[in-house]
């Protein structure tokens, strides 16, 4: 064994006596070299940060894949009772498959329901969480009269703006009076 590194011996150890590094060991940062993530003193990155959008391709292609679902679900209960021959199943799954695609063109959700709480969604659903977000953070815009245009932290700027325009305006006065 070499550098006093590992067991002097591995007899009794239960391993060969093997040493690896450890490779799951983090070294820690420097606290002047650049983080991945902004600052809490950062103001401006932290503004202007905005949730992910929900990709509505793929919120609609998960929509048709739970009417698709439905439909099949549909036509195994109907060949499983066997009271029916493929032509009426087929019509069947057809009449299912056309209401509720034109429940989903209108808006009422359908097969996918768009409206439903952000508790009954999975973690894996990241799309359907981010529209449920979105639309509770609508509805707490709309509860709390916050307008839709409404930027954070304007309010701070717009109270800096008032002080730099008074503070201007007492530097003019003060001008003026000396001269006469």
Not at 114 to 137: D, F, N, P, T
């Amino acid at each position: 064994m070499s550098s006093n590194v590992g067991l002097s011996t591995p007899r009794g150890s239960g391993t060969s006596g093997y040493v690896q590094r450890n490779l799951s060991h983090l070294k820690p940062r420097n606290s002047n070299s650049s983080a991945p993530y902004p600052s809490p003193h950062d103001s401006q990155t932290l503004a202007k940060h905005r949730a992910r959008q929900p990709d509505k391709d793929i919120l609609l292609h998960e929509k048709k894949r739970e009417v698709e679902a439905k439909c099949f679900e549909l036509r195994d209960n109907l060949e499983e009772e066997g009271k029916m021959d493929e032509d009426e199943i087929e019509v069947q799954v057809d009449a299912l498959r056309k209401k509720l695609l034109e429940e989903l063109e209108r808006g009422g959700g359908g097969a996918g329901d768009a409206g439903r709480k952000r508790a009954g969604l999975k973690s894996h659903q990241v799309h359907e969480l981010a529209e449920a977000k979105e639309k509770e953070m609508r509805r707490m815009e709309k509860a709390l009269g916050i307008s839709p245009d409404y930027e954070e932290g304007s309010h701070w700027q717009r109270q800096a703006q008032r002080k730099f325009d008074r503070e201007l305006g007492d530097s003019s006065r003060d001008t003026g009076m000396l001269r006469e």
